[in-house]
Structures are given as C-alpha cells and as structure tokens.
C-alpha cells in the first residue's frame, strides 16, 4: 500500500495541518460559474433549480445582493479572482450590477423584462417576454370568437411590445385596440372607454399601468362587461385574470445552463442573440366560469397549471 513520505521537518508539524496539506484540492478549475440573484433569492428558485439540474458537474457558487443592492466585498473579489468566470444576473437588480460593475466579465442575464438594456459585449441571456404571437394564439385557443384585442399602455415604456402586438395581430387576422397613457391616473378612464368595443384585454409589463390598484380595476371591469384578461405573469392568473402565457422558469434556467456551457466553450458572449423565453399557458377556471367561457379539454390537457 502507498503511504505519502514527508520531510522530516514535516514531522514536527501538528497533525491537523498534515490533514490540511492532504486535503488540498487538485490543479484549478478551468472556469467558475456565478449565480447572482436579488435581495429575495426565494422568487428565483425555480430558475435556479433548473440551471443547476442542467449545468452538470461544471462548478458554481451562488451569491445573493445584501439590502444596499450590492455584493459583499469578499463576493466581489471572488467574482474577480475567479479563474475564467463567468455570471449568470438573475432579476434586474443582479444584471444593472454585473453590467456596471464587471465590464469584462461574461454575463448571462435572466428575468429581466427590457433585455435591451442590458445587451453588451461581453452579455447575452433570456428574456421575460413571451412573444405576443404566442400569446394570442392562446388566447384563439380558449376563446376562437375574439376579434378586437384592447391594450393600455404608455409609449414612452411599452412601444417596442406593442408594436410585436400589431404584427400578431395582423397575422392572426385580430384587430389590436389601443388606449395610450403617460400617468397612472389616466388607466381607469381608459379601460372604461374601450371596454365595451373589445373582446379581450391584453394587459403587458408597463411600469406606469401595472399596480396592483390598476390591475383591481381592470379585473372588476373584466368580469362586469364579461371580457377576459390575457396577461403577462402568472401571479396576474392566480388573482383573477383568465389566462397568461407565462414563462416556465425552470426552462429559463435550463435556457441559461445552455448558454453557459457555450460560453465556456468558447462562444462570445456578444455574439449569442438573446434567447425567447419558453412558455406555458395558465388558467383560471373560476374566471373562466364567471365568464361563461368553456374552455376546451384539449387546452385544459396543455396547460401549464390551472388555478
């Protein structure tokens, strides 16, 4: 049996540190993957369980930003000092972080809703917004009468999503509604305007519309004019919208392990086109029933959840 020789000044060394000097760790690593998330890392877990299920043996540390919005020193310089590194941003707080503060260091960003913004050299990631294409197609699914689609939104945040719902619209053959504002004070007076000439409302991620004040009203006047609620997240589908086509978060993260093992292959960052998150239809069916819409079995079989 082998058994490691020492100098025999070694010997006079204390035993614990022998231990240490065996347990030392191999040559480094070629890479190192760092998962950063908000200040609520709980809201990130299904993300996080579907990277690390799909990375594989590859390591990884996970660093969460304390309360001021940023890293622990000793985070950051690991960060730093890692031997190639590379970052996966989850939530908007973590991606503007890595994007200031690690120029130089690959990142790969996720649930983030303008994935725009965080675009760079050195950054590619996943978005939050499920194509309006796929979206209206779901909504046909459940409700093949709807013709005219009504949209509230502010211009100077929400453009860019309402111009990809002009070409659904058009490609589905639909007539897109919509209902400008630039003050959350204007969203009552503008759902009760078009509410009557649509068969559907399209709520979509617009900082100066969504609230949960905003969103009581257009539930209340959904269920009292009887138009449904096609959103954008599923928390929107558990309080009492019909549908949304939401993203599946363990499929962003297995979206972002693919991305990583790319990059430490040798892909750059900057030239990996941000992906389209993966989606999945969830229902309400007591919305559904207070509507006097029956949703069909083979909708009912595809659905991601059902409240």
Do not use: H
């Amino acid at each position: 049996m082998f058994r490691p020789r020492f100098p025999k000044n070694l010997a006079r060394l204390a035993p614990g540190f022998l231990i240490f000097l065996l347990a030392l760790p191999g040559p480094a690593r070629a890479a190192e993957i760092f998962i950063v998330t908000g200040k609520n890392p709980a809201a990130f877990a299904e993300v996080i369980q579907g990277f690390t299920e799909t990375i594989g043996k590859l390591p990884f540390q996970t660093l969460n930003l304390n309360e001021g919005g940023n890293l622990e020193e000793t985070q950051s310089q690991a960060i730093r000092q890692g031997k190639s590194p590379v970052v996966l941003a989850v939530g908007s707080q973590a991606a503007a972080l890595i994007k200031s503060s690690y120029p130089g260091i690959p990142m790969i960003f996720c649930m983030v809703f303008d994935s725009q913004q965080y675009r760079g050299e050195n950054i590619t990631g996943i978005g939050l917004n499920v194509p309006a294409l796929t979206q209206f197609q779901a909504l046909k699914s459940v409700l093949p009468s709807a013709r005219r689609i009504g949209v509230v939104f502010d211009p100077g945040q929400s453009l860019a999503l309402v111009e990809d719902g002009r070409q659904a619209a058009a490609a589905l053959n639909l007539v897109l509604a919509e209902k400008t504002v630039t003050s959350s004070f204007e969203i009552s007076g503008a759902v009760k305007e078009m509410i009557w000439n649509i068969d559907a409302l399209w709520v979509i991620p617009d900082r100066t519309v969504v609230s949960k004040e905003s969103f009581r009203y257009m539930l209340e006047a959904s269920i009292n004019r009887k138009v449904p609620i096609l959103a954008f997240s599923e928390a929107f589908v558990k309080g009492g919208a019909l549908l949304a086509v939401a993203p599946d978060y363990p499929g962003i993260g297995r979206q972002a392990a693919g991305l990583a093992k790319k990059i430490l292959g040798g892909a750059s960052p900057g030239g990996i086109p941000p992906l389209l998150p993966p989606g999945q239809i969830v229902l309400n069916l007591n919305t559904a029933k207070a509507l006097s819409i029956s949703v069909p079995p083979e909708v009912l079989k595809g659905a991601g959840k059902i409240y």
